[in-house]
């Protein structure tokens, strides 16, 4: 299947920092691509829809501020986590779907990214 | 709005055992999709079923869709240890292809 890249793969920083996840499409193009997080024991939460050249999507509850999201091109979306927190500390996935499957929808997802908040 | 549930959430068995992880949804949905996750890990595309009455197969696992009683199946034959994971159903019901999640069934499979 599709290959995403997630990096990094384990954070730690201080509380006030910012932190930058990169996601990249390794094999193929994505003009979308989601960012999701998941709590420990729990099933995932869509955080955003990030769409190459133009604004995210945000889901309700999310807020844009905080989780600022880029996607310069069409095959890296970022996500930064600004003036961070400890209840922000979280394991956050980003995914894609290879247009070329677009029939199926399928994602391929990103080795994650687990953010440690002191 | 689409809702999917899945059950167990939680499944401890012994290998050699066979089970089935139920994944109901509340409404059409034009996909049905599987997923396993190792803990500490990311998610890992396991089954895409596209219509009634799909079946797929991959090694000891097998998926099925049938969307008239709105369930999927994802039947586990002769578990063996290295089964043992979190497994995530998911559906979709727009053309953006958004996925809505099923909870998650935790599988342990006891040697």
């Known amino acids: 299947g599709a290959v995403v890249s997630q990096h990094p793969s384990r954070v730690i920083c201080k509380s006030g920092t910012s932190v930058k996840i990169e996601c990249r499409s390794l094999?193929?193009?994505?003009?979308?691509m989601f960012w999701y997080r998941q709590f420990p024991k729990k099933s995932l939460m869509l955080m955003a829809t990030?769409?190459?050249?133009?604004?995210?999507?945000?889901e309700q509850g999310v807020e844009k501020d905080k989780f600022l999201i880029n996607h310069a091109s069409l095959t890296l979306s970022t996500l930064t986590v600004t003036s961070a927190h400890p209840e922000d500390s979280s394991f956050y996935i980003c995914?894609?779907?290879?247009?070329?499957?677009?029939?199926?929808?399928?994602?391929?997802f990103g080795e994650g990214s687990r953010l440690t908040v002191l | 709005e689409l809702k999917v549930e899945q059950n167990p959430l939680f499944l401890s068995m012994q290998e050699g055992k066979n089970y089935t992880i139920y994944c109901n949804y509340s409404?059409?949905?034009?996909?049905l999709y599987w997923y396993r996750q190792d803990p500490g890990k990311s998610l890992e595309s396991l089954f895409v079923?596209?219509?009634n009455g799909a079946v797929k197969q991959e090694g000891r696992l097998m998926a099925s869709l049938d969307t008239k009683a709105r369930l999927s199946t994802l039947h586990i034959t002769a578990a063996v240890h290295d089964l043992s994971a979190t497994y995530f159903c998911?559906?979709?019901?727009?053309?953006?292809?958004?996925?809505?999640w099923g909870a998650g069934t935790k599988l342990i499979i006891k040697p």
């Open positions: 995914s894609a779907r290879d247009f070329r499957l677009a029939d199926s929808g399928e994602l391929f």
């Open positions: 079923l596209l219509s």
């Open positions: 998911a559906g979709t019901m727009d053309s953006n292809y958004q996925l809505i």
């Open positions: 094999d193929f193009q994505a003009t979308t």
């Open positions: 409404t059409t949905s034009d996909r």
């Open positions: 990030s769409n190459e050249g133009s604004k995210a999507t945000y």
